[in-house]
C-alpha cells in the first residue's frame, strides 16, 4: 500500500521489475507517490478529462494522475523494461489506463483521446522543449488540449515565463506567452527524484488561450523574433535587416526604436511589427 492508492510503493516496483534508471532516457524518477498526487493536482481538474502522459516511467506520476480522478490516461512510455509495471497500473484501474510502447515524438496520439484533453509529464528536458514547441505550433488554434502540466530544468521554466529586459526573455517566452498563460507552478531540488539530476527542477502549467493574446501571422511572427533573438545584442534594425530592406521603417511605423535589442521588445510589440510586415508584403 502507498497511500493513495492499493498498489505497491515504487521502490518494491522498481526492484521486482530491474528498472535502473537508464542515464541515455534521461530517467530520473519521482517515487514520492504524495509528491506526483500534488503535480497532478496542478494539472486542474481532472475528473472529465482524458489526460495524455508522456514517459511514464515506472508510473509515479500516472498513478497520481489517476488517484486524483483523471477520466482517462494515455501514457507513452520509449523504455519497454517499464511496460509490465505499467501494466499493474492498468489493471488497479480498470479501463482507465492505456499505456503505448515508443517514442513519443513518432507516436500520434490523437486516435486515443476523447476530449477535454490536458496533458502531464515529467520528461528528459531536450524530449521536453521539443515537445513543448510541437505543442504550442499546431495548424490550428486553439490546440486539442486544454492544459500543458510539464517538468522542466528550473532554467528552462524560466525561460518559458519571462518577461521583457530579463535575461531568460526569449523565443521559448513569445511563443509560449502568445497563445498561453503560463505559470511556474511548483519548484522541485534534486532530491525529489532517484537519481537527483544535477539542476532544480520546476513545473510549469500551460492553459491554452482561446485565441492568441494579438493577432499575427504564426509564420511571419515566428521569422521576426527567431531572427531578432538569433542577434540578441545587436540593435533590431541589424538584427531585422534580412527579414526585411525596408525594416527601419517598419520598426517605426509601428513604435518600436530601431536601436532597441530584441530583449526589450514585448509581445505586443512583436505581434504589431509581424502585421505590418505581413501587410506590407
Ligand atoms: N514520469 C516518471 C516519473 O515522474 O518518475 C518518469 C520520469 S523520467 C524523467 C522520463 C521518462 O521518459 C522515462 O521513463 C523515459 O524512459 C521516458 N522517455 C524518454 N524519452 C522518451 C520519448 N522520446 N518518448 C517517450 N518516453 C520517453
Redo the contacts with the bound molecule.
Keep these: 500500500m502507498s497511500g493513495i492508492d492499493d498498489l505497491p510503493p515504487l521502490r518494491d516496483v522498481i526492484a521486482r521489475f530491474d528498472l535502473s534508471p537508464?542515464k541515455a532516457?534521461?530517467?530520473?524518477?519521482?517515487?514520492d507517490l504524495n509528491l506526483?498526487a500534488k503535480i497532478a493536482r496542478r494539472a486542474g481538474d481532472l475528473s472529465g478529462c482524458d489526460v495524455l502522459?508522456?514517459?511514464?516511467?515506472?508510473?509515479?506520476?500516472?498513478r497520481g494522475l489517476l488517484a486524483e480522478g483523471a477520466r482517462r490516461v494515455l501514457a507513452?512510455?520509449?523504455?519497454p523494461r517499464?511496460l509490465p509495471a505499467l501494466a499493474e497500473i492498468a489493471a488497479a484501474y480498470p479501463g482507465r489506463l492505456e499505456v503505448i510502447g515508443?517514442?513519443?515524438?513518432e507516436v500520434e496520439p490523437l486516435a486515443h483521446l476523447t476530449p477535454p484533453i490536458r496533458v502531464a509529464?515529467?520528461?528528459?528536458y531536450n524530449?521536453g522543449t521539443e515537445l513543448l514547441v510541437r505543442w504550442l505550433t499546431p495548424p490550428d488554434w486553439p490546440p486539442y488540449w486544454q492544459s500543458l502540466t510539464l517538468?522542466f530544468q528550473k532554467e528552462v521554466a524560466e525561460r518559458i515565463v519571462a518577461s521583457p529586459g530579463s535575461k531568460a526573455y526569449g523565443r521559448l517566452a513569445l511563443l509560449a506567452q502568445w497563445r498561453t498563460d503560463a505559470k511556474i507552478v511548483m519548484e522541485l531540488g534534486p532530491e525529489a527524484?532517484t537519481p537527483p539530476p544535477k539542476v532544480s527542477s520546476a513545473v510549469v502549467h500551460l492553459t491554452a488561450l482561446p485565441e492568441p493574446r494579438y493577432p499575427a501571422d504564426p509564420a511571419v511572427l515566428s521569422r521576426v523574433v527567431a531572427a531578432a533573438f538569433n542577434q540578441r545584442r545587436k540593435m533590431l534594425r541589424a538584427a531585422l535587416r534580412g527579414v526585411s530592406p525596408d525594416i527601419e521603417a517598419h520598426l517605426v511605423a509601428v513604435g518600436i526604436p530601431p536601436t532597441e535589442r530584441a530583449e526589450q521588445v514585448s509581445l505586443e510589440a512583436f505581434c504589431a511589427l509581424a502585421r505590418e510586415l505581413k501587410r506590407a508584403a
Excluded: R, S
Excluded at 502522459?53 to 500516472?62: A, F, I
Excluded at 509529464?121 to 528528459?124: I, K
Design positions: 537508464k532516457l534521461g530517467q530520473n524518477f519521482l517515487l506526483t502522459e508522456v514517459g511514464p516511467g515506472p508510473g509515479g506520476l500516472t507513452i512510455e520509449k523504455d517499464c515508443g517514442d513519443a515524438l509529464a515529467n520528461l528528459p524530449v517538468m527524484f
